[in-house]
């Protein structure tokens, strides 16, 4: 299998999660976004959408992160990052399309970059609108988390799966604009609980070979 990847992107984060907690090999293909290394005639050719991750393995060129991590959980089904029940695996893809539909999508570096070069808004302003979208979307996020009786130590029961693999890399995000996450007391513990294990260490941004010293 062959990723393309950006060190920093959260769609891209997620299938690395994913990869590691089903114990994966791939190689591993940086992409500059702040070069604009995607617009190129060359990574066109693969994605036309001009995004990461691109997922290379059995033929095919998989794109967008949760049609990647079904595929792999369809082909590659242990460890699970969904449960056995349909009722859990509504669950928790409703956690993770919370996150995937109504957060993430509103903050993304090309939505900033247009509202600051095409629309004349500040720093600060195109800062606190990342911030208020991401308040209102962990605001729901924890509200569920906090009293459903599904949650455990993960978004779902005693294993981390799909929902927790969107979540982490959502923080991440989140800590680079400054988002204060003291408001979500369960959405950092169940964080917390996911960048203990090796997986989700192996996939962090810094970690990765395309990271800038220091990052």
């Known amino acids: 299998m062959r990723l393309y990847s950006f060190?920093?992107?959260?769609?891209?984060?997620?299938v690395r999660i994913a990869l590691a907690l089903k114990g994966l090999d791939y190689v591993y293909l940086p992409v500059n976004l702040t070069t604009g290394e995607q617009r190129g005639d060359a990574?066109?050719?693969l994605n036309p959408q001009g995004l990461v991750p691109i997922l290379e393995t059995d033929g095919l060129l998989?794109?967008?992160?949760?049609?990647?991590?079904?595929?792999?959980?369809?082909?590659?089904p242990s460890p699970a990052l969904l449960p056995p029940d349909a009722a859990g695996r509504a669950r928790v893809r409703v956690l993770a399309l919370g996150i995937a539909?109504?957060?993430?999508?509103?903050?993304t570096p090309r939505l900033l970059n247009h509202l600051r070069s095409e629309l004349g808004a500040s720093e600060d302003q195109s800062t606190?609108?990342?911030q208020r979208w991401c308040a209102l979307g962990f605001a729901a996020l924890e509200a569920r988390?906090?009293?459903?009786?599904?949650?455990g130590t993960f978004c779902h029961g005693e294993?981390?799966?799909?929902?927790d693999v969107f979540l982490v890399p959502q923080i991440a995000n989140a800590r680079r604009?400054?988002?204060?996450?003291?408001?979500?007391?369960?959405?950092?513990?169940?964080?917390?609980?996911?960048?203990?294990?090796p997986a989700f260490d192996r996939a962090a941004p810094e970690r990765q070979p395309d990271a800038p010293a220091g990052n």
Do not use: K
Request: charged letters at 15%; aromatic letters at 12%; proline letters at 6%.
């Open 128 to 130: 606190h609108w990342y």
């Open 177 to 197: 604009f400054q988002v204060d996450m003291t408001p979500y007391p369960t959405v950092c513990r169940i964080e917390a609980a996911c960048r203990a294990l």
């Open 43 to 45: 990574f066109q050719v």
């Open 101 to 107: 539909c109504e957060i993430h999508p509103l903050n």
């Open 7 to 14: 060190w920093r992107s959260s769609a891209a984060y997620r």
């Open 145 to 151: 988390l906090a009293v459903e009786a599904q949650t």
């Open 62 to 76: 998989l794109t967008q992160s949760l049609a990647i991590l079904e595929y792999l959980e369809e082909v590659h």
């Open 159 to 163: 294993a981390p799966g799909l929902a």
